[in-house]
T-cell receptor, first 107, second 124 residues
Framework: DIQMTQSPSSVSASVGDRVTITCRASHGVSGFLAWYQEKPGRAPRLLIYAASYLQSGVPSRFSGSGSGADFSLTISGLQPEDFATYYC?????????FGQGTRLDIK | QVQFVQSGAEVKRPGASVKVSCKVFGYAFSNYAIHWVRQAPGQNFEWMGWINVGNGNTKYSQRFQDRVTVTRDTSANTGYMELSSLTSEDTAVYYCARSSCGDDDCHSYAMDIWGQGTMITVSS
């Protein structure tokens, strides 16, 4: 199975900050990479698919980039509702696998 | 509005089976796949399997191959995941999620809608 490693595991930031989360795959996954947001008690939410495509309804302050084995999720101008846990997921190789998550806290 | 409603939390004894349901609203059920993903307390998401709702084909993670069965009832717009031979390590929140499908490949697509999750606790 392809291992997905996110960094950092947690990050503290303030409203208005710009934050970047990275995700590295143990093998290349081309552009088959998605990012999800998770909040306690809520359904996970797809933010980015195919590495850089913004899911419908997701604010444009979220952006994704990368290809091969290295990817990043950037949130520009953090809003209070963005404090959550973020996960990457590869869909290139069976079975799909997830990163361990990055918790974004309010500083 | 696209919405998934999952069945409620359950407590099971070791060795028992559990069947979780996922009723969908707001889209053509047969045009997509339903995936099942779980998250144990403090652990990562773990993908379990999918069903192509249109043709009923399934594919499972090797880790769960012998214990999981994913089905669907198109007349009820509902997907199901049954997990047998439960142990305490199966204590987790179980999610259903939707994706598109290619030619019998539903795992190359992002999961765009997720259910709220069903907590399954395995305890003696």
């Amino acid at each position: 199975d392809i291992q997905m490693t996110q960094s950092p595991s947690s990050v503290s930031a303030s409203v208005g900050d710009r934050v970047t989360i990275t995700c590295r795959a143990s093998h290349g996954v081309s552009g088959f990479l998605a990012w999800y947001q998770e909040k306690p008690g809520r359904a996970p939410r797809l933010l980015i698919y195919a590495a850089s495509y913004l899911q419908s309804g997701v604010p444009s302050r979220f952006s994704g980039s990368g290809s091969g084995a290295d990817f990043s999720l950037t949130i520009s101008g953090l809003q209070p509702e963005d404090f959550a846990t973020y996960y990457c997921q590869q869909a290139y190789s069976f079975p799909p696998t997830f990163g361990q998550g990055t918790r974004l806290d309010i500083k | 509005q696209v919405q998934f409603v999952q069945s409620g939390a359950e407590v099971k004894r070791p060795g028992a089976s559990v069947k979780v349901s996922c009723k969908v609203f707001g889209y053509a059920f047969s045009n997509y796949a339903i995936h099942w993903v779980r998250q144990a307390p403090g652990q990562n998401f773990e993908w379990m399997g999918w069903i192509n709702v249109g043709n009923g084909n399934t594919k499972y993670s090797q880790r769960f191959q012998d214990r999981v069965t994913v089905t669907r009832d198109t007349s009820a717009n509902t997907g199901y995941m049954e997990l047998s031979s439960l142990t305490s390590e199966d204590t987790a929140v179980y999610y259903c999620a939707r994706s598109s499908c290619g030619d019998d490949d539903c795992h190359s697509y992002a999961m765009d809608i997720w259910g709220q999750g069903t907590m399954i606790t395995v305890s003696s």
